[in-house]
């Protein structure tokens, strides 16, 4: 079957780096996404990954391992405004995108 | 501002009752989608429609119908609403179908069947 795993729930402090990890496994890969959820709201687009390596987009930055079925997001300087859901998507071989449950992110001061 | 609305925002809706989630997008985007939200369960695919006038059936599409007459439009229909149908709804949509290309997400719908 098709699985993606994540944390439920993370917690972390303002100023410092947190990593949300996801594994997964799926028939075919076409790509994996990130996309940041804050409550009541849609979720918007963080970071997409198709090759082995990390991506850097300001204070984040995306990793990806094929072999392994592994991907991490790491938040650095974190801010309060950082507090939401992240939620990790996978691109499956019928081009449909395969969602894990995502990880809340809580930051205390 | 360019994007996807959705209506209506939230609705309380009887079992057994008909209902329509309506979604439009002005970005000219060939794909669109239906996903539903529950509490513990990542996003599931409902139905999409990789360009107008063609759809397509997701992970959980049963007591549900969808509709792509134009390429701005896709609307949600529940023929006969059930309590399990009760769940935040999100249409999306993406330039092309498949590969890299972003999914944009409307503000969502909360319906709560009763």
């Known amino acids: 079957g098709q699985n993606i795993d994540q944390p439920t729930e993370m917690t972390a402090t303002e100023g410092a780096i947190v990593q949300i990890n996801c594994t997964y496994q799926?028939?075919?890969?076409?790509?994996l996404f990130w996309y940041q959820q804050h409550a009541g709201e849609a979720p918007t687009f963080l970071s997409y990954n198709v090759l082995d390596g990390l991506e850097e987009k300001g204070r984040f930055s995306s990793f990806l391992s094929r072999s392994k079925g592994y991907s991490y997001l790491l938040l650095k300087e974190l801010q309060m405004k950082d507090s939401a859901s992240y939620l990790c998507a996978v691109m499956g071989s019928n081009y449909q995108l395969i969602w894990g449950a995502g990880t809340k992110l809580i930051i205390k001061p | 501002i360019a994007g996807i609305t959705q209506a209506p925002t939230s609705q309380i809706l009887a079992a057994g009752r008909r209902m329509t989630l309506r979604c439009t997008q002005d970005?000219?985007?060939?794909?669109m989608y239906w996903y539903r939200q529950d509490l513990g369960l990542g996003l599931r695919l409902i139905h999409y429609s990789n360009t107008a006038g063609t759809t397509g059936k997701g992970e959980v599409p049963d007591g549900y119908s969808v509709s792509r007459a134009n390429t701005d439009d896709f609307p949600l229909t529940l023929a006969s609403a059930v309590p399990s149908q009760t769940s935040v709804y999100f249409c999306?949509?993406?330039?092309?179908?498949?590969?890299?290309?972003?999914?944009?997400f409307g503000p969502g719908t909360r319906l709560t069947v009763l």
């Open positions: 999306a949509s993406s330039e092309l179908a498949g590969g890299q290309d972003t999914q944009y």
């Open positions: 970005m000219r985007h060939n794909a």
């Open positions: 799926t028939s075919g890969f076409n790509g």
